[in-house]
Nanobody, 114 residues
C-alpha cells in the first residue's frame, strides 16, 4: 500500500510559479509510475502529467505542455510538479496518484489570480 501527501499549493498571480510536492510512504514507491491530476470547481478530474518509475519518460496534457515539469526523486520517495507561467484556468485542486493503482493523495489547492 502507498500513502500520498501533496503540499506546495497556494495563491499566486497569473504568470507566477509554484512547485508542488508529493510525499509517498512505502518502500515500493520507486516501482510505480506516478501522475498529477487536477479538478477545477464544477469540472471533472483531469490528467495533468505522468512520469515512469525511473523518471526516463514523461507525459503532459496539452494544456500544460511547455509550462509544467514533472520530476521525481526515488531516494526521497518524492514527486514534484514545477508549474510556471500559471494561468487562471490552472486553478484547481491538484492530486498525485499512482498510475497503475488507485492510490490518491488528499489534494492541494492551487489558485491563480488574474
Amino acid at each position: 500500500q502507498v500513502q500520498l501527501v501533496e503540499s506546495g499549493g497556494g495563491l499566486v498571480q497569473a504568470g507566477g510559479s509554484l512547485r508542488l510536492s508529493c510525499a509517498a510512504s512505502g518502500r515500493t514507491f520507486s516501482s510505480y509510475s506516478m501522475g498529477w491530476f487536477r479538478q477545477a470547481p464544477g469540472k471533472e478530474r483531469e490528467f495533468v502529467a505522468s512520469i515512469t518509475w525511473s523518471g526516463s519518460s514523461t507525459d503532459y496534457a496539452d494544456s500544460v505542455k511547455g509550462r509544467f515539469t514533472i520530476s521525481r526523486d526515488n531516494a526521497k520517495n518524492m514527486m514534484y510538479l514545477q508549474m510556471n507561467s500559471l494561468k487562471a484556468e490552472d486553478t484547481a485542486v491538484y492530486y498525485c496518484k499512482t498510475m497503475n493503482y488507485n492510490y490518491w493523495g488528499q489534494g492541494t489547492q492551487v489558485t491563480v489570480s488574474s
